[in-house]
């Protein structure tokens, strides 16, 4: 797709697809902008809010607007593949929320889907768009650490933003709805590398009634023999003041290493007014600045990853530039790897990959 004018659908009108189309509004190339949401409350609040032309509750008929020529898939991640599938049908390139789906069949379908039509799929791992990932991926790229022979990545956050998201989807766990992030980031750092054995181990309490783990630990050995521990607690207390991911991602290389602090330990605020939350309807007196996921407010404009993303994406669309967005073919990756990972918790053994689906 190489054109001037964008006539952009955000379907979902949840806290991402409410970001996009805020973002999306202000860009030059977007001409027209329909949104949808089942609730269609929701869906007239993000038309208000964007000044979108177009709301309504059915997302099909957002889709198949005449004006619609791109579409943002952001509806709750086990609600993918109708929405992507009836974009990629009508030959409109999408972009759709990580992870691509959170059963193989469901990501297989979709993959069939770009098969059968054609078209254009992107899936959005905003981490990549993150400064301090995009400087990492140059080192990589310049080859400054020589053949990678491990590293780690693991990320912390609070039980209450654990919670939340759980409640919006019973499947959507910490595991297959947040280390993915990291997979995909360690796959893009050792691209044509990919992950063939899972050794993992996970733990129970305060997740209890839930499919989540307090805590998962995995061992991931690569195709050329690197190994990746990956970890990932979304059960730091309530209260804990980071208001998004805290996280620390290491390669280590046979000519170098590199460490990627991204604790948010450098700018903390302390306010008796409170400071709202990001992700939930509260607020805390003690907060970890810089630690909202994907991106913040400031001086009336929201910067940060998912803003860097979604320009990037919508600049692709009008100007043909390159886009370092995940492949579907990598979002399966990323998605077989978690699940891997799940069931090497559960049975306690290797789990080897490709899974038999």
Not at 13 to 20: P, Q, V
Not at 159 to 183: C, G, W
Not at 210 to 235: P, Q
Not at 279 to 290: D, E, I, K, S
């Amino acid at each position: 797709m190489n054109r001037k004018d964008i006539g952009l659908a955000v379907i979902g009108s949840g806290r991402i697809g409410t970001l996009r189309a805020k973002f999306a509004s202000k860009h030059p190339s977007v001409k027209f902008l329909a949104v949808s949401d089942i609730n269609i409350i929701h869906a007239k609040k993000l038309a208000d809010a964007c000044g979108a032309d177009f709301h309504s509750a059915d997302n099909d008929e957002v889709i198949a607007r005449p004006e619609v020529n791109a579409v943002i898939v952001s509806t709750p991640e086990g609600e993918h593949v109708a929405a992507v599938r009836k974009a990629l049908e009508l030959g409109k390139p999408v972009m759709v929320e990580k992870p691509i789906a959170l059963t193989l069949s469901d990501a297989d379908d979709i993959l069939a889907a770009l098969k059968d039509y054609g078209g254009e799929l992107r899936i959005g791992y905003s981490r990549r768009y993150k400064e301090c990932f995009l400087r990492a991926k140059e080192q990589m790229i310049q080859g400054r650490l020589g053949k990678v022979i491990g590293g780690t990545a693991r990320v912390y956050n609070s039980r209450a933003q654990a919670f939340n998201i759980l409640e919006r989807d019973k499947h959507a766990t910490p595991v297959l709805d947040i280390l993915t992030y990291y997979v995909d980031l360690m796959c893009w750092f050792l691209e044509g590398d990919r992950p063939v054995e899972i050794i993992a181990r996970g733990n129970k309490e305060i997740f209890k009634g839930y499919e989540a783990d307090d805590m998962t630990w995995a061992i991931v050995t690569f195709a050329s023999g690197a190994i990746i521990n990956f970890g990932v607690c979304y059960a730091l207390p309530t209260n804990y003041p980071t208001q998004g991911q805290s996280d620390r991602v290491e390669l280590i290389g046979v000519d170098g290493c590199m460490i990627i602090d991204d604790d948010h330990l450098n700018q903390i605020i302390y306010s008796e007014k409170g400071i709202p939350g990001t992700y939930l309807n509260r607020t805390v007196q003690m907060a970890f600045l810089g630690s909202n996921t994907g991106g913040e407010w400031a001086v009336g404009d929201f910067w940060g990853p998912i803003a860097n993303e979604t320009r990037a994406w919508l600049d692709h669309l009008v100007t043909g530039a390159p886009t370092v967005q995940t492949t579907p073919e990598q979002g399966r990756v990323n998605l077989e790897t978690t699940i891997a990972v799940v069931r090497a918790v559960e049975s306690g053994k290797p789990v080897r990959l490709p899974l038999e689906t």
